[in-house]
């Protein structure tokens, strides 16, 4: 095979998406807006410390997605969460550490983010990107949150099949709005983080205690809940940081150094699609991540892998 697809997004999906095609035989780019690799498996340094600001652990529960996850345990990118009674796996230098490993030996452009995607006259894909001109591919398998997904073709006039169009536009996400605060001294949160059953926070957890290496006495990362965050979406970093920090004070126990916000606007899938991607051989486009059957780090890695099976397939058939 040697077919050139384009990969949007070097998320986890995205990533073992883009790596299994290729190893396939298949000429693969991938797209990725930011300067890191991972999405919402970020890792973030803020001065001297080091946060885990979006996903903070993953678990396996299917057999196959275990099994990968066994590899990259024997590799050293994941370890236990230190002191914890749960089945918890974190990644060792922070979760950015396994999608920095599947990036090893992809084509990836950074920095690079698609504006809309185009049918051509030719019959391929057409992407706009931003500051970078057009990149043309046969294929494209879109990976980002599937709102933003839709508007790349809504921008670039593709009419999808309505039955599916439909569907995709049933998925909305919540967003979370996360705190990450450096403190003076050790703090009081549990080894293995805080899951508080009232008040405008939904999980509170050092960095330090986790395991991410760093220069500073504590670096936690505090999570809004759901029904917070999107009431306090589009406030300002000051007034977001003065409503949370009066609730998390007691679980600190020092002084705050610095509280930095991020913002995710497509945090978690509200619902999500029966199947684990979508591909549409007609057009050649496919969409994979966290929307499709199942959520989270392990679902987003199934829909990667399910995509990358049902275009190698149609591959090897072409
Ligand atoms: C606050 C928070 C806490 C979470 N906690 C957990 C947890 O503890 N455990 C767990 O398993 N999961 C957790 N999750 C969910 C988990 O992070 C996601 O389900 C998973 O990482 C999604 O992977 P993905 O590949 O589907 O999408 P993403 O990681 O979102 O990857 C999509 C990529 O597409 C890129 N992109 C978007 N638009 C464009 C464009 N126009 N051009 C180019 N690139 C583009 C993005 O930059 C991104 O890198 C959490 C998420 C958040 C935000």
């Not at 995607?117 to 057009?134: S, T």
Request: proline content about 5%; overall charge neutral; some cysteine.
């Amino acid at each position: 095979m040697n077919n050139t697809i384009v990969v949007v997004g070097a998320g986890i999906s995205g990533l073992l998406l883009a790596r299994s095609l290729q190893d396939a035989g298949a000429s693969v780019v991938v797209l990725e807006k930011s300067r890191g690799y991972g999405g919402r498996m970020a890792t973030k340094r803020v001065g001297e410390a080091v946060f885990d600001p979006g996903a903070q652990f993953f678990t396996a529960r299917d057999q196959e997605f275990a099994a990968l996850a066994a590899t990259w345990s024997d590799a050293g990118l994941v370890a236990n969460w230190p002191e914890s009674s749960h089945r918890r796996t974190v990644g060792r230098s922070g979760m950015t550490a396994v999608p920095k490993a599947l990036a090893e030996g992809l084509e990836i452009l950074r920095e690079h983010k698609v504006a809309a995607v185009k049918r051509h006259a030719c019959g391929c894909w057409e992407l706009e990107i931003e500051d970078h001109g057009i990149v043309r591919a046969e294929r494209l398998l879109l990976t980002c949150p599937v709102p933003q997904a839709l508007a790349l073709l809504k921008a670039g006039g593709v009419n999808l099949p309505p039955e599916t169009k439909a569907l995709l536009e049933q998925i909305t996400y919540h967003p979370c709005l996360a705190l990450l605060v450096v403190l003076s001294a050790a703090s009081s949160v549990p080894a293995d983080g805080v899951t508080p059953t009232a008040g405008p926070v939904r999980w509170i957890a050092d960095n330090v205690k986790k395991g991410l290496v760093q220069n500073v006495p504590a670096a936690v990362t505090i999570h809004a809940t759901v029904d917070f965050s999107a009431k306090h979406y589009g406030k300002s970093e000051a007034e977001i940081t003065a409503l949370l920090l009066p609730a998390v004070e007691h679980w600190l126990g020092a002084s705050v150094v610095s509280a930095t916000l991020h913002r995710w606007k497509f945090s978690e899938p509200t619902t999500t699609y029966t199947e684990r991607c979508v591909w549409l051989p007609e057009i050649g486009l496919g969409f994979a991540g966290d929307a499709f059957g199942g959520q989270k780090i392990e679902g987003a890695a199934l829909s990667g892998l399910a995509l990358a099976d049902r275009v190698s397939v149609h591959l090897q058939r072409a």
